[in-house]
C-alpha cells in the first residue's frame, strides 16, 4: 500500500536519481574518442610545400630535362613558348613576361612577374597539373619542369639545378610585392 | 568598347569580356524566347515581374536544342527529363486538374523536383575551360533568402568530383597533440550547429570595375548565394585533438582535381569555422562539396574549401597558388593586398533591375539584397535620383550575422528618367562606398581593376521607355 509518507519518499528517491543521472549526462565528455589516429600511410599521399621549402620530397631536376618535360606535358595547353592558350576547351595561363607591368595600367600577371615563391610553383604544379592528368609527374619531372620555366623566366640560371634545397632559396622577382589586406578602409565609415 | 574606355583591356580581358557579354545575351535570348511562348499578352514577357507572375504556361515549350547549343552537352544531362528544364520532369497538363486524379503518392521516386513551369537557372562565364569555371545565381528570380540548393553559384577549378562518403574522411593533422581522421559518421556524431550564411565569390562583379559590361543582376552581382548549414565546429574539433603553442594557420585541402588549399588563421578557424556535412536539409549537393566542406561566414568564396579532406595546423601560411597567383589584390601602385579574406558590405537593387522594362509609370515595388561579411546589416538605403537624396528601405527580416538580407521600398515612377541605387550600412559603421570611393583606394589599373572585392554601390537607369540598364552613375 502507497502511504501519503511512502509515495513522498519514492518521489524523492526518483527525483534523486533522475537529477543524479541528469547530471550525468550533462555537458560535453573531455573527449568524444570519434576519429581514428592517422598513420603516416594515411599521410603518404599528401603535401603541402610552405616558402620554407617543409615538405619538398627527395629528387632533382635542371631547365634543360625540364624543357622535355614541358614540350610533352604542358606546351599544348600553356604554349611553346609558355604564352598561354587561350582556345576553347584549353585555356592554359601565360606563364612568361610582364616583369615590370604590376604598376601600369596593362599589368600583365605571370609566375615571372607576380609569384612571390617559387616554392609555391612546385606545390601547384604538383597538385593541379597537368590539368588533364593532375599528379601524374615523378618528382624528379616537377623539379625539372620547376627548372625550365624559373631559367625560362631568368630568375635561375639554365643550368641550375632545382631541389628540396636549392628551390626555397631561388628569390622571385615580386618577392616583395605583397602587403596585407588594408581593410576594414576606415574613411568608409560612417 | 576599347576606345570607349579609358581602362586599357589587353586582348585576354577583352576577349573575356566580349565572350562574357555573349554569353549573357544568349541567356537573356533564351529567356525572351521562353516568354513569347506564352498565349498570353501580359506585361512578364518583357521581363517586368520577376517571379511568379507567370501563370499560363499552357503553351510552354522547352527549348531543348537551343540549350544543349548554349550551354553545351552537361546543361542537357542536368535536365532530369528533355522535354522540362533542368532539375524538373515533364508532365501533361489536363484540361482540369480538379477532374481527374493527380499523380500518385511518392510517383517522384520519393524526392521531389521542381515544377515543370520554372524555367530558372544558373549560366556561365565563358572561360575557355569549362572544367575550371563560374556559374551565376538568378538573383532577379529568387523568392525569399535563401538559395535554392540546384541554383547556388559554383566555382569550381577542376570540375565537380564524384565521391564516395564512405571512402572519404576528413585527416587533422599537424601541430595538434593527437592528429586523427574522422569518417562523415564519426563527424556527425560531433555537437553540430546550424546556421544561415551567404557565401560570396570575392571575384564578384569583376567586369564593373571600369564600365558597366553585363547586363542582368545575375551577371553583375550573381556570385552570392545563401543556404543553412549544417555541420561541426571547427573548435570541437581543435579541443579534441589539442592545439600546439605556436599554432597560427590552417591549411585546408580538397579532394577534387585542383586539390585546392588555402590557408586560413586560426583566429577565424576557432571563432566561427564549420566542418559542414548539411545544406538546407539535406546533404551538401556535389557541386558545393558533397560530402564535406569547410564554411568560413564572412570570408571569400575560395577559402570555403569544397570536398574537405584534409586540415594541416601550421605556425605559418603555405602561400598557395589560390592566396598568391589569384585572390589576391593588385593595387595602382603595383603592390598586392594578400588574404584580403572578408567580404565587406553590399546590396543591389534586383527588382527592377538591368534588362527589365518598366510598362508605364506608377507604383513599383523596388526588392533587393543586403548582406555583410563583419557581422549584421544594420541598414539599408534606396534612392531613386542617382544618390542625391536616400530613403530608409524597410528590412524584410530581422538580420541575422553574416546572412544576406531582402529590403524592399515602394516607388511611384513618374515616367521621368530615374537611376536607382542602394546603400548598406552594417552593424560596424562601415557604409558601402561608391564606385569612385572605392577606385580612389583601389585604384583601377587592370583591365577589371584590381579584380576581387569589388562592393560598391550598383546603379541601374531606367530611362522614360520604361527601359532598365546597367550604368555607372
Known amino acids: ?190 | 568598347m576599347r576606345q570607349q574606355h579609358p581602362a586599357v583591356y589587353d586582348e585576354k580581358a577583352q576577349r573575356l569580356a566580349d565572350e562574357m557579354v555573349l554569353a549573357e545575351a544568349r541567356h537573356i535570348a533564351q529567356r525572351k524566347a521562353q516568354d513569347q511562348d506564352l498565349d498570353q499578352d501580359c506585361d512578364c514577357k518583357e521581363g517586368m515581374f520577376p517571379q511568379a507572375s507567370v501563370t499560363d504556361r499552357r503553351k510552354f515549350l522547352f527549348a531543348a536544342a537551343s540549350v544543349a547549343g548554349v550551354a553545351g552537352s552537361s546543361a542537357l544531362a542536368q535536365a532530369a527529363d528533355k522535354k522540362a528544364p533542368a532539375g524538373a520532369f515533364h508532365f501533361d497538363v489536363p484540361a482540369d486538374p480538379t477532374k481527374e486524379q493527380g499523380r500518385a503518392v511518392l510517383a517522384d521516386g520519393g524526392y521531389g523536383s521542381r515544377s515543370q513551369f520554372e524555367t530558372e537557372v544558373r549560366w556561365r562565364y565563358p572561360t575557355p575551360n569549362d572544367l575550371t569555371s563560374w556559374s551565376m545565381t538568378p538573383l532577379d528570380k529568387m523568392l525569399g533568402n535563401l538559395t535554392p540548393s540546384g541554383l547556388h553559384f559554383e566555382r569550381h577549378h577542376g570540375g565537380i568530383p564524384t565521391i564516395d562518403p564512405a571512402k572519404h574522411s576528413l585527416i587533422v593533422h599537424g601541430m595538434v597533440d593527437t592528429p586523427e581522421k574522422f569518417s562523415i559518421d564519426d563527424l556527425k556524431r560531433f555537437p553540430s550547429v546550424t546556421r544561415k550564411h551567404f557565401i560570396e565569390c570575392s571575384g564578384n562583379g569583376l567586369t564593373e570595375w571600369n564600365k558597366p559590361t553585363l547586363k542582368t543582376v545575375q551577371g553583375t552581382h550573381g556570385l552570392i548565394s545563401t543556404s543553412e548549414w549544417t555541420g561541426v565546429q571547427f573548435s570541437t574539433l581543435a579541443r579534441e585533438l589539442g592545439l600546439k603553442e605556436g599554432s597560427a594557420w590552417v591549411l585546408a585541402e580538397g579532394a577534387d582535381a585542383a586539390v585546392m588549399t588555402r590557408s586560413v588563421p586560426m583566429e577565424k578557424m576557432l571563432k566561427d569555422a564549420l566542418v559542414a556535412y548539411g545544406q538546407n536539409g539535406e546533404a551538401l549537393r556535389p557541386e558545393q562539396g558533397y560530402p564535406l566542406r569547410l564554411l568560413l561566414p564572412g570570408y571569400e568564396g575560395n577559402t570555403h574549401i569544397k570536398w574537405l579532406r584534409r586540415l594541416e595546423i601550421s605556425d605559418k601560411p603555405f602561400m598557395t597558388r589560390e592566396e598568391t597567383s589569384k585572390y589576391t589584390d593588385l593595387l595602382a601602385d603595383g603592390k598586392a593586398r594578400q588574404f584580403s579574406m572578408e567580404m565587406d558590405a553590399k546590396s543591389v537593387i534586383t527588382f527592377p533591375s538591368g534588362d527589365m522594362k518598366l510598362p508605364r509609370p506608377g507604383f513599383y515595388n523596388i526588392q533587393g539584397f543586403a548582406w555583410t561579411g563583419r557581422g549584421r546589416v544594420q541598414s539599408v538605403d534606396v534612392s531613386v535620383d542617382g544618390g542625391k537624396s536616400w530613403y530608409p528601405a524597410q528590412l524584410g527580416s530581422s538580420p541575422e550575422p553574416i546572412c544576406t538580407l531582402r529590403f524592399s521600398f515602394p516607388w511611384v515612377w513618374d515616367g521621368k528618367p530615374a537611376v536607382l541605387q542602394s546603400r548598406c550600412t552594417d552593424e560596424t559603421g562601415y557604409v558601402q562606398p561608391t564606385l569612385k570611393q572605392l577606385i580612389a583606394i583601389r585604384g583601377s589599373n587592370g583591365p577589371f581593376g584590381s579584380v576581387y572585392h569589388l562592393n560598391a554601390i550598383q546603379s541601374w537607369a531606367v530611362n522614360e521607355a520604361g527601359d532598365v540598364a546597367n550604368v555607372h552613375a
Open chain 1, 1 to 190: 500500500m502507497f502511504t501519503r509518507k511512502n509515495l513522498l519518499k519514492s518521489a524523492t528517491l526518483l527525483v534523486s536519481v533522475l537529477m543524479s543521472s541528469a547530471a550525468f549526462a550533462q555537458g560535453a565528455p573531455a573527449h568524444f574518442g570519434f576519429g581514428t589516429a592517422v598513420t603516416p600511410q594515411d599521410l603518404a599521399g599528401y603535401f603541402s610545400i610552405p616558402p620554407d621549402g617543409r615538405g619538398l620530397p627527395p629528387g632533382s631536376g635542371n631547365a634543360a630535362a625540364g624543357a622535355k618535360v614541358f614540350a610533352e606535358s604542358c606546351a599544348a595547353c600553356h604554349g611553346d613558348k609558355l604564352q598561354g592558350n587561350p582556345t576553347a576547351g584549353i585555356g592554359g595561363d601565360r606563364l612568361l613576361g610582364g616583369r615590370g607591368s604590376l604598376a601600369t595600367k596593362t599589368p600583365v600577371k605571370t609566375v615571372e612577374s607576380y609569384w612571390p615563391y617559387a616554392t609555391t610553383l612546385f606545390d601547384y604544379v604538383k597538385r593541379s597539373m597537368p590539368f588533364s592528368a593532375p599528379g601524374s609527374l615523378k618528382d624528379d619531372e616537377i623539379y625539372a619542369v620547376v627548372a625550365y620555366i624559373l631559367s625560362e623566366a631568368k630568375v635561375i640560371k639554365p643550368t641550375d639545378v632545382m631541389d628540396a634545397k636549392t628551390l626555397p632559396k631561388v628569390v622571385m622577382p615580386n618577392h616583395d610585392g605583397f602587403i596585407p589586406d588594408a581593410r576594414p578602409e576606415l574613411s568608409l565609415y560612417r
